[in-house]
């Protein structure tokens, strides 16, 4: 099985198990999960990291299911400058709220009861735990320096996306908190 229809094949393993949910709380914002095992979460990781590394789809407002834009208004009140995406079951939105960029992300479970899967800000780069700088170095090398970082908060943990570069080369990786290597985007 190639890599591309096994990547494939871990998304719609992951979207089976998002079925129902439970809810808690994580830097004020409600986070939606289904999931109990770690088999089960890093199925979630990798819809995660396979929609960012996908960039999603444009898709017009009016084509998100309505119960999708409610959870949004829901969580982010005040939220402007909305584009939504789509891909892999996923819809995201990037928006401005207090004059910072976001994206959160949202799936509907089969009977289409929605979920929050992820709350994705902005990092500077001294804010990235010195774990992760380490293990970037550590699998890299010093030749490769971080350019943007993003903070991916899920229901169980933080993923962090870093953008890092190396001259005129630019790749796409993914760390767990403890420096732990979860992925990168295809070249």
């Known amino acids: 099985m190639n890599k591309k229809i096994m990547k494939h094949c871990l998304c719609l393993i992951g979207i089976v198990l998002i079925l129902s949910s439970k809810a808690c ?17 890093l199925q979630l ?22 119960n999708v834009i409610d959870l949004f208004h829901e969580n982010f009140p005040g ?3 909305e584009e939504w995406l789509f ?3 996923i819809y995201g939105v990037r928006f ?3 004059y910072i960029v976001n994206r959160a992300l949202y799936m509907l479970d089969e009977e289409n009861n929605v979920d929050m899967l992820a709350y ?18 550590e699998q890299y090398g010093d030749a490769w ?3 943007r970082a993003y903070e ?7 993923i962090y996306e870093l953008i890092i570069e190396q001259r005129s080369d630019e790749i796409t990786v993914f760390f767990n908190e403890n420096g732990g290597f979860l992925g990168g985007c295809p070249f």
């Open 152 to 158: 991916i908060q899920t229901f169980y943990h933080i």
């Open 87 to 89: 891909y892999g079951g």
């Open 120 to 137: 994705i800000v902005n990092l500077q780069k001294s804010q990235i735990p010195v774990t992760v700088t380490t293990a970037v170095k």
């Open 145 to 147: 320096a971080v350019n």
């Open 96 to 98: 401005e709220l207090d």
């Open 25 to 41: 709380k994580k830097n004020s914002i409600e986070l939606n999960y289904a999931l109990s095992s770690p088999v089960e979460c």
């Open 79 to 81: 939220a402007y400058s």
């Open 45 to 66: 990781d990798s819809l995660i990291i396979d929609f960012c590394c996908s960039g999603g789809l444009s898709v017009q407002k009016d084509k998100i299911p309505g």
